[in-house]
């Protein structure tokens, strides 16, 4: 078990980097969000495959890789407490991160056909791109952290009812996870960022928590 919370702790602090990394190369190096025209998109695909590439492996690959481990160290940790609402969490955990998994697959395959395409037929390529992302944005929770909210609402829920990790640390997710969950409603979908932002926050605390001695972890629960 000792083994399996130090994995956990490795693995929330890597998805709390890969949050920051994959805001940065979101907004900054690839400004994605600016970018609506199909045809704008499609060349910067053209300009700039690789980054894209690395960015659905980081963020979306490999973080639900990472992500699995995460909901089965904190189900080791909760278990004799809540069980049942543990058992939840963390299939929804799994859910989660199989949807984020196939998510950047699928936007990782679409890059080959798309840039076969480029180069004569600039139109259609802008169309193959364009059905693989809503694709893609479907499997990776593009419309709404339902899931993630869920799964962070029901971890920290649980973890208060057990008396476990500081109080604050559990509101924190709770709070979280809530916006997750609205963000999924009409207009409100801009809230997916907040999610973003206090998941990296709740990570980082969660890292330091459960790589720490045990001696600190039983101090943390006070």
Same mark, same amino acid.
């Given at each position: 078990?000792?083994?399996?919370?130090?994995?956990?702790? #490795?693995?929330?602090?890597?998805?709390?980097?890969?949050y920051i990394v994959g805001i940065v190369l979101f907004l900054v190096v690839l400004d994605y969000a600016n970018i609506v025209d199909p045809a704008q998109k499609v060349a910067l695909l053209a300009e700039k495959q690789m980054v894209i590439f690395a960015m659905n492996l980081i963020l979306y690959v490999i973080f639900g890789v990472f992500l699995i481990v995460f909901v089965l160290a904190l189900y080791e940790r909760l278990k004799e407490g809540v069980p049942a609402m543990m058992q939840v969490a963390t299939v929804i955990g799994i859910i989660w991160a199989g949807s984020l998994i196939?998510?950047?697959? !699928?936007?990782? =395959?679409? #890059? =080959? *056909?798309?840039?076969?395409?480029?180069?004569?037929? *600039?139109?259609? =390529?802008?169309?193959?791109?364009?059905?693989?992302?809503?694709?893609?944005?479907?499997?990776?929770?593009g419309n709404g952290e339902i899931l993630g909210g869920i799964m962070t609402l029901l971890i920290c829920w649980a973890a208060l009812r057990a008396?476990?990790?500081?109080?604050?640390?559990?509101?924190?997710? !709770?709070? !979280?996870?809530?916006?997750? #969950?609205?963000? #999924?409603? *009409?207009g409100l979908t801009d809230l997916v960022g907040l999610f973003g932002i206090g998941q990296v926050i709740w990570f980082v605390w969660l890292a330091i928590i459960l790589l720490s001695s045990e001696k600190s972890l039983k101090a943390n629960t006070i």
């Open positions: 078990m000792k083994n399996l919370q130090k994995m956990g702790g #490795i693995a929330a602090l890597y998805m709390a980097v890969a196939a998510s950047g697959m !699928v936007s990782n =395959a679409g #890059i =080959a *056909p798309t840039l076969a395409l480029y180069g004569t037929d *600039p139109a259609q =390529a802008a169309l193959t791109w364009q059905s693989f992302e809503i694709v893609a944005s479907g499997l990776g929770n008396g476990k990790f500081p109080k604050s640390l559990n509101y924190l997710g !709770v709070v !979280v996870g809530l916006v997750g #969950i609205v963000s #999924i409603l *009409p």
